[in-house]
């Protein structure tokens, strides 16, 4: 009925099953089986329990979880198909999920297309990653460090985070990046997160990276975690930098960003902005002194959903 998985499988089917989500342990168990949804939804009516195929998709891609009892009936024969110890995915469904269309809503958060014209693009790879980010966290505060070269370019920031879980059961958060010149990062996790799913499209100059908790939020819980993203890339013709923006799709109590420059490397003139959209007119600007450790800082509080950012001349 399964193909036998070899070792390396069975320690990745392991590892999941320890650690969920279960939309995860689904998808990895099924693809090791070798069997196709639709010999899954098969076996399954042999068995006189009728899902088909496009509910395990949904399922295995975390777009609906099998709660109702005669779901959870299947999942106990899922695993007795898939070669599964009982209850190795039933215990990572947990609690029933709350119901109700605002569940987890950001009041005030606004879609990527308010934001970026070529919106597309970046909801297309999340999408197809199954990353597509119904925002389940508010975010309190964020930090960005901003380390540039001799050449003025771009090659560290550091993230600090902490955001509040607006849901039971959140394990995990996605950031993108988004680039201008091809110089596409690197993601490093640091302290309270670990690496998941990472997508580029090179084309659109989007980088998309699911970061993973270390323990799930409850509703109300403060998490605090960092990350670093080190641009590696050579590029053909580099150019020197000349801005460095935050885009925000949600309301942020804090955000302080500092732009660190090299000493052979430091602008003559340096402003701070803010727009309602990348590449429109600047709603506000303002000048910025640059301190004597070549670093300038940008604070602000109460921002609402739009650009956020720094400008500077080199001459």
Same mark, same amino acid.
């Given at each position: 009925?399964?193909?036998?998985?070899?070792?390396?499988?069975?320690?990745?089917?392991?590892?999941?099953?320890?650690?969920?989500?279960?939309?995860?342990?689904?998808?990895?168990?099924?693809?090791?089986?070798?069997?196709?949804?639709?010999?899954?939804?098969?076996?399954?009516?042999?068995?006189?329990?009728?899902?088909?195929?496009?509910?395990?998709?949904?399922?295995?891609?975390?777009?609906?979880?099998?709660?109702?009892?005669?779901?959870?009936?299947?999942v106990?024969?899922?695993?007795?198909?898939?070669?599964?110890?009982?209850?190795?995915?039933?215990?990572?469904?947990?609690p029933?999920?709350?119901?109700?269309?605002?569940?987890?809503?950001?009041?005030?958060?606004?879609?990527?297309?308010?934001?970026? %014209? +070529?919106h597309?693009? &970046?909801?297309?790879? @999340?999408?197809?990653?199954?990353? /597509?980010? *119904?925002q389940?966290?508010?975010? !309190?505060?964020?930090e960005?460090?901003?380390?540039?070269?001799?050449?003025?370019?771009?090659?560290?920031?550091?993230?600090?985070?902490?955001l509040?879980?607006?849901?039971?059961?959140?394990?995990?958060?996605?950031?993108?990046?988004?680039?201008?010149?091809?110089?596409?990062?690197?993601v490093?996790p640091?302290?309270?997160?670990?690496?998941?799913?990472?997508?580029?499209? %090179? +084309?659109?100059?989007? &980088?998309?990276?699911? @970061?993973?908790?270390?323990?799930? /939020?409850? *509703?109300?819980?403060?998490?605090? !975690?960092?990350?670093?993203?080190?641009?590696?890339?050579?590029?053909?013709r580099?150019?020197?930098?000349?801005?460095y923006?935050?885009?925000?799709?949600?309301?942020?109590?804090?955000?302080?960003?500092?732009?660190?420059?090299?000493?052979?490397?430091?602008?003559?003139?340096?402003?701070?902005?803010?727009?309602?959209?990348?590449?429109?007119?600047?709603?506000?600007?303002?000048?910025?002194?640059?301190?004597?450790?070549?670093?300038?800082?940008?604070?602000?509080?109460?921002? *609402?959903?739009?650009?956020?950012?720094?400008?500077?001349?080199?001459?």
């Amino acid at each position: 009925m399964t193909r036998v998985r070899n070792r390396l499988e069975d320690r990745e089917l392991a590892g999941i099953l320890r650690s969920g989500p279960f939309e995860l342990a689904l998808r990895t168990a099924v693809r090791s089986s070798g069997l196709s949804l639709d010999r899954l939804a098969y076996h399954l009516s042999a068995r006189g329990i009728q899902v088909s195929a496009s509910s395990l998709s949904n399922w295995q891609t975390g777009r609906s979880r099998p709660e109702r009892p005669e779901s959870v009936h299947a999942v106990h024969a899922i695993e007795e198909i898939l070669g599964l110890t009982p209850d190795a995915l039933v215990q990572l469904l947990g609690p029933r999920r709350p119901r109700g269309r605002w569940l987890g809503h950001v009041p005030g958060a606004v879609p990527h297309g308010a934001i970026f %014209d +070529d919106h597309d693009r &970046l909801t297309r790879i @999340l999408t197809d990653a199954e990353l /597509l980010d *119904r925002q389940r966290w508010s975010w !309190l505060n964020i930090e960005d460090r901003v380390v540039f070269d001799s050449a003025g370019l771009m090659r560290t920031v550091e993230v600090r985070l902490t955001l509040s879980a607006l849901v039971d059961g959140l394990d995990r958060c996605v950031i993108f990046y988004r680039t201008e010149d091809g110089n596409q990062p690197e993601v490093y996790p640091g302290d309270g997160c670990r690496l998941g799913r990472t997508r580029l499209d %090179d +084309d659109a100059g989007y &980088l998309v990276a699911e @970061l993973l908790f270390d323990h799930a /939020l409850n *509703r109300g819980d403060v998490h605090f !975690l960092t990350f670093e993203q080190r641009f590696t890339r050579d590029l053909p013709r580099p150019e020197p930098g000349d801005h460095y923006y935050k885009a925000f799709r949600a309301p942020c109590r804090n955000y302080l960003m500092r732009v660190v420059f090299h000493a052979d490397a430091v602008p003559v003139r340096m402003h701070a902005f803010q727009s309602s959209k990348w590449g429109v007119e600047p709603t506000e600007t303002r000048p910025l002194p640059c301190q004597r450790n070549r670093v300038v800082h940008l604070y602000a509080s109460d921002v *609402r959903p739009g650009i956020v950012g720094v400008q500077w001349e080199w001459s």
